[in-house]
C-alpha cells in the first residue's frame, strides 16, 4: 500500500496545478467570448480520439521530443542545474545529426548510429561549455545556457541558408538524408517512427541510474542541497561536468530523432518552432525532475498540444491555447513551493 | 573595410533605438534586484508590453494610447508576477520561466482572436511614436545623430535613470528598499513593509518593461511580430548583473549592449549574413559576464 500512497502524494501538487489552469483557461475563454466546455470537450476528442486512433497516435509521436527534451531538462535540474540551453543543444544535436548522415557515403544502421553519437556529442559540448564558464569562470549557468541559444540558432539557420542549403528545394534547409538511415517506420504506413521506442527506453534507463545507481544518489543529494552533498564528499564539479554533458547529449539525442525520424532532413526552424525544448523544460518543472514522472507529464502536455488541434478544427478558439494553459500550470507549480528546480534550493546560481 | 567608416550617423543614430528597451527592462531589473527579488521574467513583461502598444496604438488610435495600453499590459503580467513570487512565496526562477513562456502564449492567441493573424500584424492603423528633432543639436556632427531624432521613450529612459538613482541614494524609499534587499528581516524588525516594496519594485518592472516594449513595437519598427523581444529581456538581466545593479553601471551596460546590436545592424548593410550579425549582441552578452564574475570576486 505504502508506495501507492507515496505515488499519490507526489501527484496531488501536480493535479492541483493542472485543475487551477484548467479554470483560469476557462475564464479567460469566457472573457475572450469562447465556449470553454465545448472548446475542453474539442481538445479531449482531439488529443485521444479520431478515426482509427489517429489522434491517439499523433499525441505519441508529439510525445517523443517532449519527453526527450523534458528529460534533457529533468536530469540537469535534478542535480541542481538550471540548465535553459536545451534549445540550442536540441538544435545543434540536429544539425550535427544531419551533417554526419549527409557527409558519410553508403548510409544504413552504421551511418545512423555515427548520426545520432554525433548529434550528442554536439549537444552535450555545447551544455559542457556552459558548465566550464559557471565552474571555472562563474558564469551563472541559467543566464549564459540561455543567451548560448541565439548563437547557435542563428549558428544553424546560417548553414542551411548558405553553404548546406539544399539549392533544389527552394527552402533554408539541407538536402534530404538517404533512406536507409531515416529510422524505420513502426507498422506500415503510419508515422511512428523507432525513435519514439529510442526515447522511451532512455526514459527508462534515466529513471534507473537517478534511482539506483550511485552516481544518481550524488545527483538527487546535490539537487536538494549543494552545501550538504559537498560535505558528504560530493565532486559537486565532476558532478556538474557530468550532469551538464548528459543533460545537453539528451538533447542532441532528440534532434536526431526528429531529423532521423521526422524531417529526413534538418529544416531551418523545424525544432525550435514547435518550442519543444520549453515545452521540455515545463514538463521537468511539473513532474519535479523525476524521470518516470517526465514521461507521464510528457504525454499529458502532448495530449494538450495535439488537442490543441483538434479545438482549433472544431472550435473558433485558436491552438495557442495550449500553450497558455502549459505556462499556468507551471505558473501554479511554482506556487507550491516543495517543487520547482528538484525541490531544493541551489546556493551561487544568478 | 574602412573601420572608421562604420561609424556614420546610421550606426549612432540606431545605438539609442537600441539601447533603450534594454535600458528600461533593466532599470525594473535592478530595481527587484535591490529589493531582493530575481526577476528573469523581464523578457516576458517585455513582450507584453509590445503586444499591448500595437492593440492600443491601433484601437485608441494614437501612440499614446499605444504607451498607455502597454504600460497595462506590463504592470498586469508584473501583478501576476508579484502574487507568485511575493504573496504565495514560489521559486522566482520557475515563476520567471512561467511568466516569459505564458506572455508568449498569451501574445500569439491574442494576436489571432483579436487580428486574426499569424507571425506578425502590420496595419495603417497603428500609429507609431512621434520623433523629436531637437533643434541646434540636429546640425552637430556625431552628436546630432546621436541625440536628435527619438521617440520620447529614448528621453524618458534616460530621466528614468536619473530618477532611479536620485531614489535608491537621495530618497528614504530607496534606502528602505536597498534594505530589504540587503536583508529583508533586518529591515522588517525596523517597520519596513517588506512585501509591499517588493510589489512596488515588481510593479514597477512591469510599466517599465511596458514601456520598453512601446519603444520596440512602436519605436524601432511599426508592428508586432511573435517573440519580438527576442532575448533583449534577458540581455537586460545581465546588464543589472554587469552594471552591479547600480543605475549607471547599468547604463553603460545597455549603452555597450545596444552598441554591439546596432554595430551587428550596421554590417548587415555590408552584406554579411544576417545570421552572422545578429549573434552580435548575443556573444557580446555573454563574454560580459566573465567580466563581471572577474570583477564581483575581486570586489
Not at chain 1, 28 to 48: C, E, R, S
Not at chain 1, 266 to 278: K, M, N, Q
Not at chain 2, 95 to 108: D, Q, R
Request: charged letters at 10%.
Amino acid at each position: 500500500m505504502r508506495p501507492w500512497r507515496t505515488a499519490l502524494a507526489g501527484l496531488e501538487g501536480p493535479l492541483v496545478a493542472v485543475g487551477g489552469a484548467v479554470a483560469a483557461g476557462a475564464l479567460f475563454m469566457v472573457a475572450t467570448g469562447h465556449d470553454p466546455l465545448a472548446a475542453y470537450g474539442a481538445m479531449i476528442t482531439g488529443a485521444l480520439g479520431g478515426r482509427g486512433l489517429g489522434n491517439l497516435l499523433a499525441t505519441l509521436l508529439r510525445a517523443a521530443p517532449i519527453v526527450g527534451m523534458g528529460l534533457a531538462a529533468a536530469v540537469a535540474f535534478r542535480a541542481g542545474f538550471f540548465n535553459l540551453g536545451g534549445e540550442g543543444q536540441l538544435v545543434l544535436g540536429g544539425l550535427a545529426g544531419a551533417v554526419v548522415a549527409l557527409a558519410l557515403p553508403g548510409g544504413g544502421l552504421l551511418t545512423a548510429l555515427l548520426a545520432t553519437l554525433a548529434a550528442l556529442l554536439a549537444g552535450g559540448l555545447w551544455a559542457l561549455a556552459a558548465a566550464f564558464f559557471e565552474i571555472r569562470f562563474r558564469v551563472p549557468l541559467l543566464v549564459s545556457t540561455l543567451l548560448m541559444n541565439y548563437p547557435a540558432r542563428l549558428f544553424a539557420s546560417y548553414l542551411v541558408n548558405h553553404p548546406l542549403r539544399d539549392v533544389g528545394s527552394g527552402l533554408p534547409q539541407t538536402e534530404r538524408i538517404a533512406g536507409g538511415v531515416e529510422l524505420a517506420r513502426l507498422g506500415a504506413g503510419g508515422r511512428l517512427h523507432l525513435g519514439v521506442l529510442v526515447v522511451a527506453a532512455t526514459v527508462l534507463a534515466a529513471a534507473f541510474v537517478v534511482r539506483r545507481t550511485r552516481v544518481g544518489y550524488r545527483m538527487r543529494m546535490a539537487g536538494l542541497n549543494a552545501r550538504f552533498a559537498r560535505a558528504g564528499g560530493v565532486d559537486l564539479d565532476r558532478l556538474g561536468y557530468g550532469v551538464m554533458f548528459s543533460s545537453g547529449a539528451l538533447a542532441g539525442l532528440v534532434g536526431a530523432v526528429q531529423v532521423l525520424g521526422v524531417h529526413h532532413r534538418f529544416i531551418d526552424g523545424s525544432l525550435t518552432d514547435p518550442l519543444w525544448a520549453w515545452t521540455g523544460l515545463m514538463v521537468a518543472l511539473l513532474c519535479g525532475s523525476r524521470p518516470l514522472g517526465v514521461l507521464v507529464a510528457g504525454l499529458f502536455f502532448a495530449a494538450v498540444q495535439t488537442g490543441g488541434f483538434g479545438m482549433e478544427r472544431a472550435t473558433e478558439v485558436p491552438r495557442e491555447l495550449s500553450r497558455v494553459l502549459q505556462a499556468l500550470i507551471i505558473l501554479f507549480v511554482a506556487a507550491q513551493a516543495r517543487f520547482g528546480f528538484g525541490g531544493g534550493e541551489r546556493e551561487g546560481t544568478g | 573595410m574602412d573601420l572608421l567608416g562604420l561609424f556614420d550617423a546610421t550606426l549612432l543614430g540606431s545605438l539609442p533605438r537600441f539601447a533603450t528597451p534594454i535600458l528600461l527592462a533593466a532599470l525594473g531589473g535592478l530595481l527587484c534586484e535591490r529589493a531582493g527579488v530575481f526577476n528573469i521574467g523581464l523578457e516576458g513583461l517585455m513582450l507584453a508590453g509590445a503586444f499591448g502598444a500595437v492593440v492600443g496604438s491601433y484601437f485608441g488610435g494614437g501612440a499614446l494610447a499605444g504607451v498607455g495600453v502597454a504600460v497595462l499590459a506590463g504592470l498586469a503580467l508584473a501583478a501576476l508576477l508579484a502574487l507568485f513570487a511575493v504573496t504565495l512565496r514560489g521559486n522566482e526562477i520557475v515563476i520567471g520561466i512561467a511568466i516569459n513562456l505564458l506572455a508568449s502564449g498569451l501574445t500569439v492567441y491574442l494576436l489571432r482572436s483579436i487580428f486574426g493573424v499569424k507571425g506578425a500584424f502590420q496595419d495603417p492603423a497603428v500609429v507609431g511614436l512621434p520623433i523629436h528633432r531637437l533643434p541646434g543639436v540636429e546640425a552637430l556632427p556625431f552628436l546630432g545623430p546621436l541625440l536628435s531624432g527619438h521617440s520620447s521613450i529614448v528621453y524618458l529612459a534616460l530621466a528614468a535613470t536619473a530618477a532611479i538613482q536620485l531614489l535608491l541614494f537621495r530618497h528614504v524609499i530607496g534606502l528602505r528598499l536597498r534594505g530589504v534587499g540587503e536583508h529583508a528581516e533586518a529591515a522588517m524588525t525596523l517597520g519596513v513593509g517588506v512585501d509591499r516594496l517588493r510589489y512596488g519594485a515588481i510593479l514597477a518592472s512591469g510599466a517599465l518593461c511596458g514601456l520598453a516594449g512601446a519603444q520596440l513595437s512602436l519605436g524601432n519598427v511599426t508592428l508586432f511580430v511573435e517573440n519580438m523581444s527576442a532575448g533583449r529581456g534577458w540581455i537586460a538581466v545581465v546588464a543589472v548583473m554587469f552594471g552591479r545593479a547600480h543605475p549607471l553601471g547599468v547604463l553603460g551596460a545597455c549603452l555597450l549592449f545596444g552598441f554591439t546590436e546596432s554595430l551587428g545592424f550596421r554590417l548587415q548593410g555590408l552584406m554579411l549574413p544576417s545570421q552572422l550579425t545578429e549573434s552580435l549582441p548575443y556573444m557580446v552578452t555573454l563574454a560580459s559576464l566573465f567580466v563581471f564574475r572577474a570583477r564581483a570576486s575581486r570586489g
